[in-house]
């Protein structure tokens, strides 16, 4: 479950892309010019990233296809967690939010004539470090390989071939460190292109080391791939980097002024940067509690976890992008004091994007036998994979819309630049109760209790982060969210039980898919009118504008006042 930045057109090799406009990070950025840069922006990110996760999807198949599901493919998906929690950490989430800063803060000292050049001395200072850390972290992953496995998946039928993978893989934390590094510093310069880029040379990469490799290594010549992709994630990026180093800003430099024109470097916020990336860890580790409690089942439990969980997450990382984009929308307003403006995007954003995840969910669990067949039955994966795994898909899509409330409220705790401990405490009450419901359905339902625990526990953290706001982020009105939530919810409903009705009608599963999702988008977006769904019902006739404006402006002035004294009180 990744959320990719927002990412536009930047310069590469071999072409130029649109760079953002003057004024396009700042307060002048929202003319029309840094509207269509952002817009520009937001599309190449989503077609890069849909080719990422599409690719992604292929690696999946070929998986499936070289090796099955049995106790070899396990061994593998005890491995994976190492990329899995490398690239939660080290691309999406707490490396960039300590980076970005950071490289801002010197290009903008840049961009006012200090002395030198800040921007090469801020990589002199920092990536040297970091890449021995990253270095001596992999490192210590390889050593500890044995106890990692023990400790991830302790009844797991072939431990040795799990230990040979993550030492395989533990590579990742260098190379993800590094394409993190690079991704962060692409973009503070406003390069979106290549590091929007970085998952289709990734997945590259671990699909060819599969086939050239796989006859002689078996399964672990997924684990080489992943060691092989990580590097191309970086070479990817290296050449635009350079070359942006190399540069130096042609605008003329800028008078200081202001209270954010000092030279003095700001100081990292390491309670920021712990929250997020103990919330990061927090969130991931359900992964975690997934394959420990799997690995006591029959061989192939965590494969039919892993295939279903890819599958069934796809509706919820494409209704993601949507606050993804925003995302900057939200922290601009909550700098600008504007609490208002902020409120009225998170409410609409959680609104859209559980429309968007809801309509998704309903084809998962109504074609998910189909699906399942379409994408992995061949080779050595059978018939009974597929129906184990569509079971388990089927389960987890009853907590898609929990992950995406999850991922758009989250959001708003971060986006005023403070730390918040909160969404790291709703998010260890969510784990836990994965664990415990877990531990508990485990023995009745097997791998489905498993899925079943991942879905309530994500529920819970999703329920505590609506109620926690106000105070603590911001202060969406929770009647109002939860009466934009069940309208959806009651339409997927009916959309979900009209797709099943359709595809069971068909006996092969293209036309049964095919069936089953025109039922399913066809009842939805039709109740989806009847009952107002936003983003599917015509938005309402917007106010007179004088009277608007007005109170928009009062309302922001008198909130402005008051998000000033909780902030600097």
């Known amino acids: 479950m990744t959320s990719t930045p927002v990412r536009g057109a930047g310069t ?9 406009p003057p004024g396009a990070d700042g307060a002048a950025g929202t003319g029309r010019g840094s509207r269509g840069f952002l817009a520009r922006a937001a599309a190449v990110t989503a077609v890069l990233s849909v080719a990422g996760s599409v690719l992604g999807l292929a690696r999946d ?8 599901a049995g106790s070899g493919t396990d061994a593998f998906l005890v491995a994976w967690t190492v990329p899995e929690f490398a690239a939660t950490l080290l691309i999406e989430d707490g490396l960039a939010f300590a980076l970005v800063p950071m490289f801002s803060l010197a290009l903008a000292r840049r961009a006012r ?21 990253f270095a001596a972290a992999g490192a210590l992953v390889a050593v500890a390989a044995p106890a990692l496995v023990r400790v991830l998946a302790p009844g797991l039928a072939d431990p040795a071939l799990a230990v040979d993978c993550t030492r395989l893989t533990a590579t990742c934390v260098l190379s ?3 394409a993190g590094y690079c991704s962060a510093a692409l973009r503070a310069h406003r390069r979106f292109l290549v590091p929007a880029a970085i998952y289709v040379a990734y997945n590259t990469g671990v699909i060819a080391t599969m086939f050239l490799l796989g006859g002689a290594w078996g399964v672990r010549s997924a684990a080489a791939g992943v060691a092989v992709g990580g590097c191309l994630m970086v070479a990817a990026q290296v050449p635009a980097l350079v070359r942006r180093l190399r540069e130096r800003d042609q ?43 799997a690995s006591g089942l029959p061989a192939g439990a965590i494969s039919h976890l892993n295939y279903a969980q890819k599958v069934a997450q796809i509706p919820m990382t494409l209704s993601l992008m949507l606050c993804t984009v925003t995302f900057p929308v939200v922290a601009r307003a909550l700098a600008d004091g504007d609490v208002v403006r902020a409120r009225d995007r998170v409410e609409r954003d959680v609104a859209v994007a559980a429309a968007l995840v809801l309509l998704g969910a309903a084809t998962v669990v109504a074609c998910a036998p189909q699906i399942v067949q379409l994408l992995f039955q061949r080779g050595a994966f059978t018939a009974g994979d597929t129906a184990a795994t569509a079971g388990v898909m089927r389960v987890y899509a009853l907590g ?11 959001r708003s705790y971060f986006g005023a630049g403070r730390a918040s401990w909160y969404p790291l405490g709703a998010m260890a009450v969510g784990v836990a109760a994965t664990a415990v419901i877990g531990a508990a359905g485990v023995a009745a339902w097997g791998v489905r209790g498993i899925a079943a625990a991942n879905a309530a526990g994500i529920t819970v953290t999703a329920a505590l982060l609506l109620a926690g706001t106000g105070p603590r982020g911001v202060p969406v009105r929770v009647r109002r969210v939860l009466a934009g939530l069940a309208r959806p919810a009651l339409a997927a409903g009916a959309a979900t039980v009209a797709g099943m009705s359709a595809a069971a009608r068909c006996d092969r599963p293209a036309p049964a898919l095919a069936a089953g999702a025109l039922a399913v988008v066809g009842t939805y977006l039709l109740l989806g009118r009847a009952l107002g769904v936003q983003g599917i019902a015509p938005a309402p006739a917007p106010a007179p504008a004088p009277a608007r404006s007005l109170s928009r402006s009062l309302l922001r002035r008198v909130r402005h006042g008051c998000f000033r004294f909780r902030r600097f009180r």
């Open 176 to 178: 993800f460190g590094l």
């Open 12 to 20: 590469v090799a071999g072409g130029a892309a649109p760079e953002a």
């Open 113 to 133: 004539g200090a002395p030198g050049d800040p921007v090469r001395a801020l990589v002199a200072a920092t990536l040297p470090r970091l890449a021995l850390a």
């Open 400 to 410: 898609l819309l929990g992950q995406t409330v999850v991922g758009a409220l989250a």
């Open 251 to 293: 605008e003329p430099p800028r008078p200081a002024s202001g209270a954010g024109a000092s030279d003095g470097v700001r100081p990292l916020v390491t309670a920021l940067f712990a929250t997020v990336l103990l919330f990061a860890l927090c969130r991931q580790s359900q992964v975690l509690i997934e394959r420990f409690l």
């Open 61 to 68: 198949q070929a998986l499936a296809r070289l090796f099955g």
